[in-house]
């Protein structure tokens, strides 16, 4: 019986151009967020289904894989649903597990603590063209950090490692969730319906004001506040883009909403973006955007999203969500996270055909078949003084069609080849 | 309802200084195997269970965790076995995936192909003192190499990855599978139960001679091949720990066993011994045990296996595995491969209190509450600087109990304190 050589459906297989790129991304973010203070940490890709179905996670929760209980736990006679079977899930994102993270170690770890997570998470959503059931992501996060600070350091730390990775032109959109609901309240849409505005909302840039008022119509809303809702929006639009213009259109909009009850946000935001605009390393602009969402629901103030000129949705993002550790351990605790779309700027890269700065020499050396053992130990020896000066070398016997290998070898970055033949 | 602070049964968080070690290993690692013309790749965490249910993993396969079949395909209601339930399963190793891989996408490696993979894999074992469900592996294999070059390029690399890490005077044990059939049947031993015996043998410095004998003998061996079979090992034991010594140790025991048919293979491990002594970078030895057994089925020709003197059982190994590739293309193909025990690896430098060469200056800088804007960005300006000098720098909000800060600091390898007042 042959065996199946296709990796599971949804996932896939990782080959070495694209691998020797994903390693050279870690590492420069690694590297970057290593300065900044971050330190790095690693959960199980397993979490228990509690913790995992705990409201947190949104849409995502519905997408969990769930690990099938083993020996006499599994008891599938009596059992009626999928929780009867399963004793925990497969992570849907780092989130949840950094805050249950936190949790259990609160008191092992620096105050404030700044961590820095890679690694895979899993969804079961349906396979589609660039998006698969395993990726990676790659976040950073600070815990017990109030002030803007928090904000400020991870977007300067994450712009200065996507700078590196050289992007560049790229924007930070910025809002905070406490002024979605002052714009709600000022519009006049339910309290108890404001999530329902927001989703639709966020489809802004994709369905367009017409779009945006025909939805919430037929979510029952009031015209009324539907049209006071879409006069803020439109008018957001104007002005230039550097900070100055940003600053003016945030304060513009907050003095609509009411400026005392948004004070403090302004402030907040005014403070952002003036020192990341001081501070920063890779060239970018902070823009101040009102119909900013975010889906998660766990965000209680400030939220951004970064989105790169190449590619028109966003590529990773974050904010603020100073409730969640209180669930774990009933003491809530400052939180603020920045989430890098890892597998969108990998994939950038490809399609640009980046190529790995600084790649040291590497040679291939093609022995003939038969050496002899004394010989070979020569070569060898050989070949280890190279490495111990940096050079990569490569030692593989020599195929007969050396003249295709040469070439398939060379098509894997080889610049130098040596032959050795029997004497 | 407050969550669940702990991780899953078996599995464990990974702390910072730790995870800043394991981060270190497997950077030396990927750069010494990268020398070797070893090209990184990756595969799903989670594989068909037509493959990791193919007889190649051993008892592994009794330790599967299973993953739920989701939406329409879970029927609860006719199940009557965990594969009517459950559609794939977590990797146990990397070597079934890595096959698997091989044989999906030979026609876009090289050849011979050099792989390194390091990942977690996952086993449902019995929770135990070091001991995890959730584990890294780190594995080199060469496929398309049919001589001993593949076994000496394999035991050179990762010996002198195992040398970087600071380890010395380790050994690296070498036998043949081949050896051992060709010794069982010279003790007289049926072919159908040879894999019994090999079993038995392995235990032989856990268990001695004595227990041996008595395990052979209630297994129901014959008297006289258990003393044929022992007296061969008993007499192994003599002579020096030179290469040398070690191949006249290989000739008796080959002579005995009968030089003709153990003549390939006598002269395969003698190249190896001596090939890998002659081009060695790091301080260990070569040692011919013709009691090492491996676990695994998969084995076709040589076997190694490397111990520190630190810790007495196994710190990683491999061999020769020519048929799996066949499983699932139809065809053989050489294959050979190294597992660095990489758990082991960092326990045993954690616990010799193993410190992390060349370290950047790490400087902390404390910021008084309610810091001006102005000023704010005039320190992450600063910060900016020494960041890009290589420096790492937190910035942080200033505690209350400052002194108590700064000693978390220090005990986190900061050794320079900045602090900034409120003008």
Redesign the interface.
Known sequence: M???????TG??????AE??L??YCL?VI?ETY????F??????????L??LN?KQGGDNEKLI????K?GEK?D?GS????D?????G?RYDLTVPLV??Y???AN?????F?ALQTG?VFR?DRPQKGRYR?FTQCDIDIFG???T?AE??LI?ATT?AIGKLSFKDFRIRISDRRLLKAMASYCGFPEDKQDSVFITLDKLDKIGAEGVRKELAENGFAEESIEKCLALFTAGDEGGEDADAQIAALERFCLQIGAEETEEIRQDL??II??VE????ADFRMVFDPTLVRGMGYYTGTIFEFSLPQFGSSCGGGGRYDKMVG????QETPACGFSIGFERIVMILMEEGFRIPGEEE?S?WL?E?GMA?ER??EI??E??EA??A????????M?KNKKF?KE??TS?GYTSFREFFRE
């Open positions: 042959a065996l199946i050589k296709k990796p599971v996932m896939r297989d990782i080959l070495p691998m020797a994903r390693q590492s690694r290593g300065r900044f203070g330190t790095e940490i690693e959960t199980p890709v397993a979490e228990s509690e913790n705990s894989f769930r690990v099938l083993r599994l599938l059992a009626k649903t999928a009867d079977v399963s004793d925990m497969l249950r993270y949790a259990a170690h092992e770890l620096a105050s404030p700044k895979s079961a395993q950090e109030k002030s600070l400020i350091e300067l200065a005014c403070t003036r020192t001081g501070a920063k390393e669930l774990f351990t009933g590497k291939a022995i078949k053992p070979m130990r060898l020896r070949a280890k490495r111990d940096c050079q990569t070398v490569l030692v593989c016997g195929n290998q398939q070898l894997q």
